[in-house]
């Protein structure tokens, strides 16, 4: 028995296993067109970015062979070794990229500038990393940077000059990629003018971004056979040209030609890797796009597809070079055989496209995760894709990002000016992801400091070779990227700063408990039927607009709940762990507090569910309270009770019976509460909202459970009379200025910069999904 049971493990373990491979191999597949479009279009570029300046008077065959060493080498120490056998390691639960580092460090040590972390927070699912926190506690070092505030104000400034230099991957690569595939046609017909190839390729920029709306899931099925088949054509090219033209270029793989080569050009030669690190660009959507793939998926498309083709195309193109000194600044359509140009410059143009496509999708990625963690103005989120994750069209980025792109191709109009601005780009963000990586391997991987240096050391010293060449590029269009990380990190900052001094105000001012207990259970107030949704970014305590409430409104609801929806620092929380309900204050006041939890990657849909789960989490909360003993003393005189994760599905105690029906009752509800006059004018001005309003009804019922406490027994009746009676939603409309004693530099960014980010920008109850019928809003102003 033991050797059959034995047997049938082995079948199962190999069944699933090959499973497994057989996943990996179908995402590796897809992963083509969508990770490496962008680096398998460089060696439309890297040799004519390579060799310009004063580089041009050392052509010969020995400064050839030394670019293809320094390409070799770069595309094995970085891509390679760093990336795929290094970093794909350090995802945060399967995500990421810049944002997903900065995350997994600040829930792990303490980062966040931002103190609205909870001990239930790290209670969820996706809130850890497979090791123990004591080990991670005793660090000196993470104690030390949590105790500095101006460390962790640095590293969140890093963070944001991280992410703003992707946004500006998203101008810089169309317009290289682009602008460089239709140059091929200026080999077929020398006469035509830089003018009309400019305008051509600003034609299909214009529809690249105008088809953004319909989003890539249309067009999907077709990128990563376009890309495959760009890497067989330039693979085939590059084994031609190798065979044909110098099969001795192989030497070149040699370290010593890239000492040779310094040694003739000297600070020639050092700026000219401002060219080559050209190679290496879109390295990064390896890592950032991990939530989409896996990291097995992406190791084996790398390395035995992607790395073997640019390899030998990189090889051929040097070959070709080493022959033919003079067609340098047209390298690769030249090395193309005449029969293949047309076929090949097809291929170019749509990889092109999709290595475009792609990387603007993953602009609107890190937008996303920026505005999830409080970094960036709320802004429309359009989700292109119900199959498809993580697809998603951004109207007012895409429209900025379109503009900047014509003005940098028709500005500069030379792919090796725009070359020079992408290199500082890319290797910035490779250098802040380097950095980042050290504190992972610190405080979260919990190796020792030496190994981190030593990792920091010697990737931070390439990369800063690298970096440094390309700043030396920055009067030759290097300054593009500059000027716009500036542009979109001072909006980031501006908005996470103001967004942080609104939150300390409302921490530094919550209402007395004493001043809420005076006032006795009806608050000083009529106590209406009804539910109150009270919305307050403060996850503790109760914030001063209340006091607003209770003196501009007559009457309350009987039933009051203070929701908060916040972003936490993981990238999903599961719905059964979505919801965090707790009682303020003792029972007679029936009040409640709701915290909402969101991933930095988690859709926040308008599915209609929400006022019903909240209900059903708050009967949880209710009946749970009665049962577990440890939850008496939320009841005491204590504001906030302890608070319990709550999952509204197969909710284990039946609190509540739902059902639910199509009817009319929301009109009827309407029409009771409106003059004929204003319903005519809202049945005209807002048809599509009732109609999506008298969709579904959920209604709510006791069941019939002669075990169930009186006294929950009737605050749940309460609950549901009061769900019957309506729900309302109540925000404050905030108005933030700086004191009058604040320095020039805090009046301009709050008086100004923040202040007008909040008037252009969607509104707090359009983000959060409010129906505007049942909104009710008090001013208040901060004076921060």
């Known amino acids: 028995m033991d050797e059959e049971s034995g047997a049938s493990n082995h079948r199962f373990s190999s069944q699933l296993s090959r499973r497994n491979?057989?996943?990996?191999?179908?995402?590796?597949?897809?992963?083509?067109?969508?990770?490496?479009?962008?680096?398998?279009?460089?060696?439309?570029?890297?040799?004519?970015?390579?060799?310009?300046?004063?580089?041009?008077?050392?052509?010969?065959?020995?400064?050839?062979?030394?670019?293809?060493?320094?390409?070799?080498?770069?595309?094995?120490?970085?891509?390679?070794?760093?990336?795929?056998?290094?970093?794909?390691?350090?995802?945060?639960?399967?995500?990421?990229?810049?944002?997903?580092?900065?995350?997994?460090?600040?829930?792990?040590?303490?980062?966040?500038?931002?103190?609205?972390?909870?001990?239930?927070?790290?209670?969820?699912?996706?809130?850890?990393?497979?090791?123990?926190?004591?080990?991670?506690?005793?660090?000196?070092?993470?104690?030390?940077?949590?105790?500095?505030?101006?460390?962790?104000?640095?590293?969140?400034?890093?963070?944001?000059?991280?992410?703003?230099?992707?946004?500006?991957?998203g101008v810089f690569t169309p317009a290289i990629s682009v602008l460089s595939s239709v140059s091929g046609l200026k080999e077929v017909e020398d006469k035509l003018a830089e003018g009309v190839l400019v305008l051509l390729a600003c034609v299909i920029l214009i529809c690249l971004f105008a088809l953004q709306h319909f989003g890539t899931h249309r067009l999907a099925f077709l990128f990563a056979p376009v890309v495959i088949i760009w890497l067989v054509s330039i693979f085939g090219i590059g084994l031609y040209n190798i065979i044909h033209w110098n099969p001795n270029i192989w030497r070149a793989i040699s370290p010593y030609y890239i000492v040779n080569f310094f040694k003739e050009t000297g600070k020639d030669g050092w700026i000219s890797l401002g060219g080559v690190l050209l190679c290496i660009t879109g390295t990064e959507a390896m890592f950032a796009d991990l939530g989409h793939f896996t990291p097995l998926?992406?190791?084996?498309?790398?390395?035995?597809?992607?790395?073997?083709?640019?390899?030998?195309?990189?090889?051929?193109?040097?070959?070709?070079?080493?022959?033919?000194?003079?067609?340098?600044?047209?390298?690769?359509?030249?090395?193309?055989?005449?029969?293949?140009?047309?076929?090949?410059?097809?291929?170019?143009?749509?990889?092109?496209?999709?290595?475009?496509?792609?990387?603007?999708?993953?602009?609107?990625?890190?937008?996303?995760?920026?505005?999830?963690?409080?970094?960036?103005?709320?802004?429309?989120?359009?989700?292109?894709?119900?199959?498809?994750?993580?697809?998603?069209?951004?109207?007012?980025?895409?429209?900025?990002?379109?503009?900047?792109?014509?003005?940098?191709?028709?500005?500069?109009?030379?792919?090796?000016?725009?070359?020079?601005?992408?290199?500082?780009?890319?290797?910035?963000?490779?250098?802040?992801?380097?950095?980042?990586?050290?504190?992972?391997?610190?405080?979260?991987?919990?190796?020792?400091?030496?190994?981190?240096?030593?990792?920091?050391?010697?990737?931070?010293?390439?990369?800063?070779?690298?970096?440094?060449?390309?700043?030396?590029?920055?009067?030759?269009?290097?300054?593009?990227?500059?000027?716009?990380?500036?542009?979109?990190m001072g909006v980031m900052y501006v908005w996470h700063y103001g967004t942080r001094r609104k939150y300390n105000f409302d921490l530094h001012n919550k209402v007395p408990l004493k001043w809420i207990l005076s006032l006795g259970p009806s608050l000083g107030v009529v106590r209406v039927p009804g539910i109150g949704l009270i919305y307050s970014e403060l996850a503790t305590g109760v914030p001063k607009i209340f006091t607003h409430f209770l003196t501009n409104l007559p009457a309350f609801h009987k039933v009051l709940v203070f929701v908060c929806v916040k972003s936490v620092p993981v990238p999903h929380v599961s719905p059964e762990e979505r919801f965090l309900i707790g009682r303020v204050c003792p029972k007679s006041y029936q009040m409640y507090r709701c915290i909402v939890r969101y991933g930095y990657k988690d859709v926040q849909k308008d599915n209609g569910y929400f006022e019903s789960q909240l209900i059903q989490s708050i009967a949880e909360f209710i009946q749970m309270e009665a049962e577990e003993p440890q939850f008496t003393s939320a009841e005491s005189s204590s504001l906030d009770g302890r608070m319990a994760v709550i999952s509204t599905r197969g909710s284990r105690s039946n609190s509540l019976i739902v059902s639910e029906q199509e009817d009319d009752s929301v009109i009827n509800t309407i029409h009771s509460s409106k003059s004929p006059s204003l319903l005519s004018r809202h049945s005209e001005t807002e048809d599509g909202a009732i109609s999506s309003m008298t969709r579904r009804r959920v209604r709510f019922q006791l069941p019939s459970s002669p075990s169930m406490d009186a006294s929950v027994r009737e605050e749940l009746m309460d609950l549901i009379q009061a769900q019957e009676a309506g729900v309302a939603y109540i925000m404050g409309h905030s108005y933030i200025k700086a004191r009058r004693s604040s320095s020039f530099l805090k009046k301009l960014v709050i008086d100004i910069g923040y202040s007008f980010l909040r008037k252009n920008c969607r509104g707090p109850s359009v983000a959060l999904n409010i129906p505007h019928i049942s909104l009710i809003e008090v001013g208040m102003i901060y004076s921060v």
Not at 94 to 99: I, Q, R, S, V
Not at 366 to 393: M, N
Not at 447 to 468: D, K, N, Q, T, W
């Open 297 to 488: 998926s992406i190791r084996l498309a790398f390395a035995f597809v992607v790395y073997p083709c640019l390899v030998v195309q990189y090889m051929g193109q040097a070959a070709f070079l080493s022959q033919n000194l003079t067609s340098i600044p047209t390298s690769f359509y030249d090395s193309i055989p005449d029969p293949l140009f047309w076929p090949v410059f097809v291929i170019a143009t749509l990889a092109a496209i999709v290595g475009s496509q792609a990387v603007i999708t993953g602009t609107f990625s890190i937008i996303k995760q920026c505005h999830a963690l409080g970094c960036f103005p709320r802004i429309k989120i359009v989700h292109t894709s119900r199959q498809i994750y993580g697809q998603i069209y951004i109207p007012e980025i895409n429209w900025i990002l379109m503009i900047i792109c014509l003005a940098i191709t028709i500005g500069f109009r030379d792919t090796t000016l725009i070359g020079n601005a992408y290199g500082i780009a890319c290797m910035t963000v490779m250098v802040i992801t380097t950095c980042l990586m050290t504190l992972v391997i610190i405080f979260i991987w919990q190796r020792s400091i030496m190994l981190a240096m030593a990792f920091l050391i010697f990737f931070g010293i390439i990369e800063s070779v690298y970096l440094s060449a390309a700043i030396m590029k920055v009067p030759q269009g290097g300054w593009a990227p500059l000027v716009l990380s500036c542009f979109f």
């Open 21 to 169: 491979l057989a996943r990996n191999l179908i995402l590796a597949y897809q992963s083509f067109g969508v990770v490496y479009g962008d680096l398998s279009t460089s060696p439309l570029y890297v040799y004519t970015s390579t060799f310009v300046g004063k580089l041009q008077h050392h052509k010969n065959e020995a400064a050839i062979f030394g670019a293809f060493s320094l390409i070799f080498w770069t595309l094995t120490l970085i891509p390679l070794v760093k990336y795929v056998f290094i970093i794909l390691g350090a995802d945060d639960n399967g995500e990421g990229g810049t944002f997903a580092l900065y995350s997994l460090l600040c829930r792990h040590a303490r980062f966040s500038l931002l103190p609205n972390q909870q001990a239930a927070d790290e209670e969820l699912s996706t809130f850890k990393y497979g090791l123990s926190g004591q080990a991670v506690s005793s660090s000196q070092f993470k104690r030390f940077l949590e105790k500095h505030k101006k460390l962790r104000t640095t590293l969140l400034v890093v963070v944001l000059f991280g992410a703003s230099m992707v946004v500006g991957d």
